[in-house]
């Protein structure tokens, strides 16, 4: 029987040939780095989306809400609903982890969660999105309201999806390779 002993571990990514300049962590240790961080995004994200939850859930009760019109009364159930949906993304996280403590399933549980949250931060720019086009319609009577609240989505989407990229771009010289590839979560 022959044995054969694993490559050594030359510091280089097998497709690229570059070296690595991440941490050399066992795939457990990896899983509880991951985790960590993910909870750290999670607790930003989570108390915005509450707050303007909280805060679109008394809308209701106010004197005004009455004299909305009919589009301004269902962008307000729209918006309603977008926050219920980004506080559930958010906060399903912590479902995930009751589930799936004790079970050995680290990794699973932190792609899955990493998935939801990024669902939830889509849900909560378009939330925001909508809110501000509510809260400006109300506020001015104006059609301005709506190229603004699309600035306003445009600038979440530069700063939470495009600005990111192109750093990895510049860093990675243009590379593609998504942190699941590289063993990195940033």
Known sequence: MMTTTPEPDTGRIAHGHRPRTGRRE????????RWGDLLQEVRVAQTGSQVLFGFLLSVVFMPRFTQLSAFDRGLYVST??????????????????RIFAGRLLKPQLVDSAARLVAI??????????????????VAT????????????????????????????RRHNGHCTRSPRETGENA
């Open 141 to 168: 009577g104006s059609a301005v309201a709506g190229w603004i609240a699309g600035g306003v989505v445009l600038w979440f989407v530069a700063c939470w999806l495009i600005l990111p990229v192109q750093t990895l």
């Open 26 to 33: 066992s795939a457990d240790e990896r899983a509880d780095r």
């Open 80 to 97: 309603v609903v977008l926050g219920a949906l980004a506080t559930g993304a958010l906060t399903a996280p912590v479902a995930y982890h």
């Open 120 to 137: 939830g931060l889509v849900l909560l720019a378009l939330t925001i999105g909508s809110a501000v086009l509510l809260l400006l319609r």
